[in-house]
């Protein structure tokens, strides 16, 4: 079993940054893979970042060159750092641990608006 809990979301105004972090406990040499999506209302869940063991990363093409995701193996934390916000970039961001079985945090809010 794993959980996952991330943290960092909140109100920013366009052209401002935020950085997400997710804490993963539990079973984590169970994880493989790392990723953030997010779920705008009305829309499906996305991928926004994914991040391998062994450290590889694969952004959507919106958020190229804005978004970088990283990872402290130590702190057993994957981090999603967010430059050059916009307002499309609202939305719930979900943190997503896979391994064998994937796992899901609760989601943290990040609304974009002046």
């Known amino acids: 079993q794993v959980q996952l809990v991330e943290s960092g979301g909140g109100l920013v105004q366009p052209g401002g940054s935020l950085r997400l972090s997710c804490l993963a406990s539990g079973i984590i040499v169970s994880i493989n893979h790392m990723g953030w999506y997010r779920q705008a209302p009305g829309k499906q869940r996305e991928l926004v970042a994914r991040?391998?063991?062994?450290?590889?990363?694969n952004y959507a093409d919106s958020v190229k060159g804005r978004f970088t995701i990283s990872r402290d193996n130590a702190k057993n934390t994957v981090y999603l750092q967010m430059n050059s916000l916009k307002p499309e970039d609202t939305a719930v961001y979900y943190c997503k641990a896979e391994g064998i079985v994937a796992y899901w945090g609760q989601g943290t809010q990040v609304t974009v608006s002046s």
């Open positions: 991040i391998t063991t062994s450290g590889s990363t």
